[in-house]
């Protein structure tokens, strides 16, 4: 063999000589391990479950924060909802026409008695203006509550001052509409303007004084 | 390469060969663990051990008793479910100011358990901070065998909520507060009668209760897991959402209303009459711009009056229209045709009627007035002497054209229709009382309607008290969508009514100098009508006095009446209602406005 080979590749001509060489078996080389330590690919492992457990973590933690940050802001909004419309019923008593009625009255504002129009275009007053006056004065609040029987003032009273009593209310209600020591001031004025002539008792609870 | 070759040619046994020395320390390892088989059975056994307990546990749970478990669960807080109260809608007035409005509220309850070691000291904090009983809250927070006690209902909520939060400051536990809205009327008793009000389960009254429906909306929840108080993200939670009740927009303003109620006040109080009411109406629309009863009450604090002053007399009390009707029986017989504004008729001291004899309101001897004069001085003699002018059936027939003996279903609860006697009731004698207004009732809306038909020009419009539409808890859709027009009598039939109206309010010729508004033309007529006794059905010597008109005549904006129930005055529709009318006209035209004409008021001779 040793001598026919060298024969041999002398016949044969050196036609695919790099071909030939390329194609003798050999054995196979076997392939290269590392047998490096373990350590990397458990630090890489471990360090994925880690990441992964603390992401876990941080994200549930992060979801109670924002849970605990809702629960709180919606507090917060119930609160300024809550305050918001407390002070829309400020508003709203404030608003009521009674108390600005009332506290116009307490300014002395009157109503007028014949309004007047000033039309802009022609710079005419429509109308008949005239003063307001005094008389015209609301009544606003409610009769007192009638008395029970035992606190009405007893009739003799009524008998012993009758006269007296009659002129004066008379005199109340032509010359002194101010006048408040019947608890029924704007009653009395109105009196006054519809009839003198009557005295309507305006407390209701004794209608028979007339 | 050639380093792996040594290895190679050293030339051990297979299984030596695969021992490699990068493995020595686990196959250490390993043969401590045993076989791989012996591990899996151990492995298989452990785990189907572990599996069965949870198998067993599932049984238990899920198999024997699922229910119990599931009621420990809600009760240890696992899931919550919280009711997403609807919020209710608002009474609004025409310009969109609230009559009733829903605010977030709070109760305040108290676990007595652990209240009651420290009721004393607790109970005098709350009288205090929220204005409640201090007998009662002690009562309440001392009670035994229970765990739950109302302490305050229907507080506003940031007040409520400043409480228990200062009480818990001050180491006082065992308060808490739950959802519990409040209805806030904020004009107290401005247009009570017509609004109603809320009891403690539900409406009891006006709006409220005629449109509950609409307003109360539907109740959503939300059911959720929940962990030491906070919601659990991601966890299983449902939600049915609240439908928000819709607001009612009323037709009503606020400070014509306001306006209107204290006016009535003054005159029903000032002729120390039992009640009264007044409407004010806008001519073209039929908008009840303010509808004022006298009594009334306060909203917010409906205990403190009486149950008859808190519904709306005007539209639930019939009563006869005495003089003012005579509006309606004249401008009808115009319109078909039998007589003019200037028809001469003669008027005798007394009228016989069927068994009966018709007076006037003043003894007089026979008199020449005019139709005009017949209004201007309200002769009832004229009037039904006039009247028999009609054909058969035909007064009936206007009266019902005008509105009268049918609901105007403006959205008022327990409305009286009035009572306009039938075909078959109707006879001669009954005409001539109904056609002064007797023997015929109505409510107050549908005669202001009625005589706004004059101020109309003829044409009837209904009257409504809700902008838009609505529909009521019956079914019933209302609203001034819904208004329809109607022509009563003709125009020129009512320009003359107008006119003679014109003439009541003249000092000389008419009844009711006081109803004038100066600087404006008025048109309008006094009422004096007997009234039917609760007890008898007879008239029982009251009178109801009212007046109803509409100004400015020459183009009129509004119709107003006024009536006031049983006065003790003695001076009639025109010295009682008539002041009130010009009042709340001027009032009317005043804010809205209108500029004077400058017209005249028609002249047209009352006698001849």
Redesign the interface.
């Known amino acids: 063999m040793s001598s026919t080979a060298p024969a041999l590749r002398a016949r044969v001509p050196r036609l695919a000589g790099a071909a030939l060489e390329r194609a003798r078996l050999t054995v196979v080389p076997k392939r290269k391990r590392r047998h490096s330590s373990p350590v990397p690919f458990l630090v890489v492992v471990s360090m994925l479950a880690v990441g992964g457990i603390v992401g876990l973590l941080l994200f549930n933690t992060s979801m109670q924060q924002a849970s605990f940050a809702a629960t709180d802001l919606q507090h917060q909004a119930d609160t300024l909802e809550a305050k918001k419309q407390s002070l829309q019923m400020d508003l709203d008593r404030l608003r009521d026409p009674q108390s600005i009625a009332l506290k116009a009255q307490r300014m002395g504002m009157v109503l007028p008695t014949s309004p007047a129009v000033l039309d802009l275009r022609t710079g005419k007053v429509l109308g008949d203006p005239s003063q307001a006056t005094g008389l015209e004065r609301l009544r606003l609040l409610p009769p007192p509550p009638a008395k029970p029987a035992a606190l009405d003032p007893p009739a003799h009273v009524t008998v012993v001052h009758e006269s007296a009593a009659t002129h004066a209310a008379e005199r109340g209600a032509h010359n002194s509409p101010g006048n408040t020591t019947r608890g029924s001031q704007q009653g009395g004025q109105d009196r006054g303007r519809q009839d003198p002539t009557r005295h309507t008792d305006h407390t209701g609870n004794t209608g028979t004084t007339r | 390469?050639p380093?792996?070759?040594p290895?190679?040619r050293t030339g051990r046994t297979p299984a030596a060969r695969n021992r490699?020395?990068?493995l020595a320390a686990r196959n250490r390892r390993r043969s401590l663990r045993g076989s791989a088989a012996l591990r899996l059975r151990t492995g298989l056994v452990f785990i189907a051990v572990v599996m069965s307990f949870f198998g067993a546990r599932l049984v238990q749970l899920q198999g024997v008793e699922p229910e119990k478990y599931a009621t420990l669960a809600a009760a240890t807080g696992g899931t919550v479910t919280v009711d997403l109260p609807a919020t209710r809608g608002d009474i609004l007035d025409r310009n969109g100011?609230?009559l009733a409005?829903s605010?977030?509220g709070r109760m305040v309850v108290a676990d007595p358990l652990q209240t009651r070691a420290h009721a004393a000291p607790i109970a005098r904090f709350l009288s205090t901070r929220l204005h409640v009983d201090y007998f009662k809250t002690l009562h309440a927070l001392s009670q035994e065998d229970t765990r739950f006690a109302y302490v305050a209902r229907r507080v506003?909520?940031?007040?409520a909520?400043r409480v228990v939060d200062a009480a818990t400051a001050l180491g006082y536990k065992g308060l808490d507060t739950r959802n519990d809205p409040v209805r806030?009327y904020?004009?107290?008793d401005?247009a009570a009668n017509l609004v109603g009000f809320l009891g403690t389960d539900g409406p009891l009254a006006g709006l409220e209760l005629t449109f509950d429906k609409e307003l109360a909306g539907t109740d959503g929840s939300e059911t959720y897991e929940v962990g030491a108080?906070?919601?659990?993200?991601?966890g299983h939670s449902t939600v049915v959402p609240a439908r928000n009740g819709t607001d009612l927009h009323t037709t009503i303003d606020?400070?014509l209303q306001?306006?209107t109620q204290?006016?009535l006040?003054?005159t029903v109080?000032?002729?120390?009459a039992d009640s009264g009411f007044a409407v004010v109406m806008d001519r073209a629309s039929g908008e009840v711009l303010a509808l004022a009863d006298y009594p009334t009450y306060d909203a917010t604090n409906p205990q403190a009056s009486l149950p008859k002053n808190r519904n709306s007399l005007a539209m639930t009390s019939p009563y006869e229209p005495g003089s003012v009707e005579k509006v309606l029986t004249l401008s009808s017989l115009i319109d078909a045709g039998k007589v003019t504004e200037r028809t001469r008729l003669v008027v005798p001291p007394q009228l016989p009627s069927g068994d009966r004899v018709i007076h006037d309101w003043f003894s007089h001897p026979t008199l020449h007035l005019t139709l005009a004069g017949v209004i201007a001085q309200s002769s009832n003699i004229g009037t039904a002497k006039a009247a028999r002018l009609f054909a058969p059936g035909q007064l009936r027939s206007y009266l019902t054209k005008f509105g009268l003996g049918q609901r105007t279903n403006i959205g008022v609860n327990g409305e009286t229709a009035g009572l306009l006697p039938s075909k078959a009731e109707w006879n001669g004698m009954l005409q001539d009382r109904i056609a002064f207004g007797q023997s015929v009732s109505v409510n107050g809306v549908q005669m202001a309607a009625a005589i706004n038909t004059i101020a109309n020009g003829g044409v009837h419009v209904s009257p409504s008290l809700v902008q838009g539409r609505a529909r009521t808890d019956t079914g019933e859709v209302v609203g001034t969508d819904e208004s329809t027009t109607n022509r009563v009598v003709s125009r020129s039939a009512a320009t003359q009514m107008t006119h003679m109206m014109e003439r009541v309010v003249n000092p000389d010729a008419g009844t009711a100098p006081?109803a004038q508004v100066?600087?404006?033309v008025v048109a309008g007529k006094t009422g004096t009508a007997q009234r039917v006794g609760p007890n008898c059905a007879c008239y029982n010597g009251t009178f109801t006095v009212s007046f109803g008109g509409f100004a400015p005549a020459d183009d009129p904006r509004f119709t107003v009446y006024v009536v006031v129930q049983n006065p003790?005055?003695k001076?009639g529709g025109g010295?009682t209602a008539g002041?009130a009318y010009s009042?709340i006209m001027?009032?009317a035209?005043?804010r809205y406005?209108v500029?004077?004409?400058?017209a005249q008021p028609s002249h047209i001779p009352t006698t001849w």
């Not at chain 2, 506003?156 to 007040?159: F, G, K, M, T, Y």
């Open positions: 390469m380093q792996t070759r290895r190679g490699r020395p990068g100011r609230p409005d605010v977030e506003p909520a940031s007040l909520v806030s904020p004009d107290h401005i108080g906070n919601r659990i993200p991601l606020e400070d306001f306006y204290r006016v006040r003054q109080l000032g002729a120390s006081l100066p600087g404006y003790r005055n001076l010295g002041p009042k001027s009032f035209l005043r406005g500029a004077p004409s400058g």
